[in-house]
């Protein structure tokens, strides 16, 4: 069983930028795939980035050039750098882990999942 715990959420100016930090719990991150998405009020759910066992990256279109995946597997942590923020970002962000290492976009794929935080843009 992994435990995934999202922080660094919270509310931020239009063009700002913040930093969500998801830690994991077991000592089998390093061969998991890590995925962040989000979900904004009366909005499906939504694919933003993953990371791979071995570090591949894949972003949503929509991200692309403003948000960074990263992990740190010695302190079981994956992290999602978001830059130029803007109203749009706005929704509930959830961290994934995925038992096998390849990147994915739907989440159906992942197999565990944290409670989320709340990211908020005001314009």
């Known amino acids: 069983q992994v435990q995934l715990v999202e922080s660094g959420g919270g509310l931020v100016q239009a063009g700002g930028s913040l930093r969500l930090s998801c830690a994991a719990s077991?000592?089998?991150?390093?061969?998991?795939?890590m995925g962040w998405f989000r979900q904004a009020p009366g909005k499906e759910r939504e694919f933003v980035a993953a990371i791979s066992s071995s570090h591949s990256t894949d972003y949503a279109d929509s991200v692309k050039g403003r948000f960074t995946i990263s992990r740190d597997n010695a302190k079981n942590t994956v992290y999602l750098q978001m830059n130029r923020l803007n109203s749009e970002d706005t929704a509930v962000y959830y961290c994934?882990?995925?038992?096998?290492?390849?990147?994915?976009?739907?989440?159906?794929?992942?197999?565990?999942w944290g409670q989320g935080t709340q990211v908020t843009v005001s314009s």
């Open positions: 994934a882990a995925k038992i096998a290492p390849w990147v994915e976009r739907l989440g159906e794929s992942y197999d565990y």
């Open positions: 077991g000592r089998t991150f390093s061969s998991y795939a």
